[in-house]
């Protein structure tokens, strides 16, 4: 853990030393990337909350949106990571398998007739992860140092505790 932080810290400091001078074509590119990536998330944030939860079409537009934000999170992680911010990779990694395991679980949830609780509630706990790592990135590209007292950035802790559905929605610790 104390190795993380002090990584994390050098990795700040190395972007504070190159920040500005905007010659690294592949930073530069990577940090357009990752606007784009912000920007869009943060449309379908509105797009999920604009949704009328007594509309016919509600479930219909919630999953289409989780699918589309799903897209978003499986583009970030794919994105080369330039070497000032190799301590950005694994999150973006697991923030991308975190959403992919969101929407699934999601769709199970809502696709289930009766509606599956614990499918959903799992679902929500990746989703809460996903997002938390898309935080973590952000405040990496600000020289933030990106912890909190609930959860490292690493995600070590949830290796072996991960929540997990299996087919009938049932949570395993």
């Known amino acids: 853990m104390k190795y993380i932080k002090r990584y994390l810290l050098l ?7 190159i920040s500005g001078c905007g010659t690294d074509k592949e930073l530069e590119a990577y940090k357009t990337d990752m606007e784009t990536f912000y920007k869009d998330i943060s ?6 909350n604009s949704i009328d939860v ?7 537009e919630l ?3 989780l699918d589309g934000l799903q897209e978003c999170f499986t583009w970030m992680a794919a994105l080369p990571v330039p070497e000032t911010f190799e301590a950005i990779e694994p999150l973006a990694q697991q923030a991308g398998e975190y959403m992919e395991k969101a929407v699934s679980l999601f769709h199970q949830a809502y696709e289930s007739d009766p509606f599956n609780n614990a499918a959903a509630q799992a679902a929500h706990e990746y989703y809460e992860r996903a997002n938390k790592r898309a935080v973590y990135i952000l405040a990496i590209l600000h020289g933030e140092l990106p912890l909190d007292n ?7 802790e949830e290796s072996d505790a991960a929540v997990q559905a299996d087919g009938d929605g049932q949570r395993q610790e």
């Not at 449309?43 to 999920?48: G, K, Q, S």
């Not at 007594?54 to 219909?60: G, N, P, W």
């Not at 609930?150 to 070590?156: I, L, Q, V």
């Open 54 to 60: 007594a509309s016919e079409t509600a479930v219909t």
């Open 150 to 156: 609930d959860e490292e950035a690493s995600g070590a």
């Open 63 to 65: 999953l289409s949106a």
């Open 11 to 17: 990795i700040i400091l190395l972007m504070a030393s």
């Open 43 to 48: 449309e379908y944030d509105a797009v999920i």
